[in-house]
């Protein structure tokens, strides 16, 4: 680590990127779209009440880290031509949490307590700690597929307690945008966070192996950011836009 890092090109020094190299071609489009959204969301901003300004501001800083983590990545694979694994989880352990954080804010007009937002937090840093140890420490035998598991069961956790628990009573108790918001929500963290433990068993070795051969790990991850990260900022964008129509 302490090697690469010093071994980092400059930024100027941009390495190549093969004309054949969708990977790549993936971590590059990732890194604009990453920027162009973050900044939307920043100069967008100041058009919203106090409420939904710091639920947009969020959004930005969550697009802004991608954006910054996508520039090293980018030129980690051209340079090494390695699965940028450490930046990768760097990225998620700060961006994930703020949308754990997200989720608090909308609800906040209903009484959401801070303790769900820790709760949230606290599951979302084992799902991603856990997946870090099966992608880049036990990587051997059945390791990937027991870390995988664990990290699978914090995801399951987080499903329930906004889907069934806590979070879904304040979001009808609120109605309106906030319940509309919270419901898009819901079905990216299902439908859209379930795009990673693809990624991992494509990337990884275990009892999966073949079923997802020929994927590669790190454009699945890329779809999933840009879907993850843009899309649930602009569900709060239009759930801000929605509200200050109806007010
Ligand atoms: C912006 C980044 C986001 C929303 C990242 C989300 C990542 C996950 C939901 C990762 C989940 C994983 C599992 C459920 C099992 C296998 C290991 C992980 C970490 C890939």
């Known amino acids: 680590m302490k090697t690469f890092l010093l071994n980092l090109p400059l930024l100027a020094d941009v390495s190549k990127i093969a004309t054949d190299d969708y990977v790549g071609f993936t971590f590059f489009v990732g890194c604009m779209a990453m920027m162009a959204a973050s900044a939307f969301f920043f100069l967008s901003m100041n058009d919203f009440d106090k409420k ?12 802004f880290i991608a954006a910054v983590h996508y520039w090293y990545m980018r030129d980690y694979w051209a340079a090494v031509g390695e699965s940028p694994t450490f930046f990768r989880y760097v990225d998620w352990i700060l961006t994930v949490p703020l949308m754990c954080v997200e ?15 820790w709760k ?10 856990t997946g870090y140890f099966g992608e880049a ?34 979001a009808q108790e609120a109605g309106g945008a906030v319940l509309t918001a919270h419901k898009t929500l819901c079905w ?7 795009i990673y433990p693809i990624g991992y068993m494509a990337g990884t070795t275990g009892w999966y192996d073949g079923i997802f051969e020929g994927l590669n790990m790190d454009v699945i991850y890329n ?22 129509k109806s007010a």
């Open 188 to 194: 990216f963290v299902l439908v859209g966070w379930a």
């Open 137 to 170: 420490v036990y990587t051997s035998g059945s390791g990937p597929a027991v870390w995988g598991l664990i990290s699978g069961l914090a995801y399951f956790y987080i499903v329930y307690e906004i889907w069934l628990g806590s979070a879904k009573k304040l």
């Open 120 to 129: 949230l937090i606290l599951a979302s840093v084992i799902m991603l700690v």
């Open 52 to 63: 939904w300004k710091t639920s947009i501001l969020v959004s930005g800083l969550i697009t």
């Open 223 to 244: 779809i999933g950011d840009a879907i993850n990260k843009i899309g649930f900022g602009l569900v709060v964008y239009a759930a801000a836009v929605a509200s200050r």
């Open 103 to 117: 989720f608090y804010l909308i609800l906040k007009v209903a009484g959401a307590k801070k303790s769900l937002m």
